[in-house]
């Protein structure tokens, strides 16, 4: 599998209410303010969140005095063919359709379902980087890993792991580059509470097992819930025209933004994230 155009970033984890298309927006408009090319894709176009963040910015940059950097965006269906090996083609076909579509792009950012498909599937294995958000919690964490002794410990890998493995796989046996596997902590509670602390011990166990890195991620507040019906991220709001009253926890907020950045590696040293 020669790897060449864009950087292909995939948002993956089979629950749903993770913050996939929340982390997807924002990192989109990051590289956007970076300069760089930005092409996206919502493989849920039936829940369609990251289609109608899109869709809410878009409105929201008519009412603005300078324009709002917005991406390429394509939105796929799953195929409703009765037979599997024909829906399975069909999803394979839409998606490539789709990447050579957005093949201009510096980056491809695809935002996943929270459930497990051959779509996922296909756009998991395209993965140059594949970023997984994980609320804080143990039933989340049940996803990546099997806990046993009353939350102690890790006893194997979970369904969402053994997915991740088999497209590694898959990808290596093609001749593709590593998948880098960012897992992220979001939501994360200002306090440090005993759950956080077990929770972070049991994802460096995982880590080390299954082959991700951690990376920092959202901690849990009300602006996220704000920003969407405006198509709105963090980075938008030093803006005038953003509507959107600046609060000092806004800066703390925005600087995870950044700090999550940071993390991927995604742009050289010198690029400049730019906003307002």
Do not use: C
Not at 18 to 24: C, E, I, M, P
Not at 39 to 61: F, M
Not at 184 to 204: F, Q, T, V
């Amino acid at each position: 599998m020669a790897k060449s155009g864009p950087h292909i970033i995939v948002l993956g984890n089979e629950k749903g209410g993770s913050g996939k298309s929340t982390t997807a927006m924002h990192l989109i408009v990051a590289l956007l303010a970076a300069n760089q090319k930005v092409g996206s894709v919502d493989l849920d176009a039936r829940q369609g969140s990251l289609t109608r963040y899109i869709e809410n910015r878009r409105k929201s940059a008519e009412g603005m005095l300078t324009p709002l950097p917005m991406p390429e965006h394509i939105g796929i269906n799953q195929s409703k063919a009765d037979s599997r090996e024909v829906a399975t083609a069909e999803d394979e076909a839409n998606l490539v359709d789709a990447l050579q579509r957005l093949s201009a792009n510096d980056f491809v950012v695809i935002d996943t379902p929270g459930s497990d498909s051959a779509l996922s599937r296909a756009a998991h294995i395209r993965a140059d980087t594949l970023i997984s958000p994980l609320n804080d919690s143990f039933l989340d964490l049940d996803l990546f890993g099997r806990i046993e002794d009353q939350g102690a410990t890790i006893r194997r890998p979970s369904v969402y792991a053994e997915t991740v493995w088999e497209q590694r796989k898959r990808r290596a046996m093609a001749g593709g580059k590593p998948i880098d596997w960012v897992v992220m902590r979001n939501r994360l509670s200002s306090l440090d509470a005993r759950n956080k602390r077990d929770i972070g011990k049991l994802l460096e166990q995982l880590s080390k097992r299954i082959g991700f890195r951690l990376a920092p991620g959202f901690t849990e507040r009300v602006i996220f819930r704000e920003l969407f019906p405006r198509g709105l991220t963090l980075l938008d709001l030093s803006r005038k025209d953003a509507g959107v009253q600046w609060r000092m926890s806004h800066v703390a907020a925005r600087q995870e933004v950044r700090e999550l950045l940071d993390a991927l590696n995604l742009l050289p040293a010198e690029a400049t994230v730019t906003t307002g």
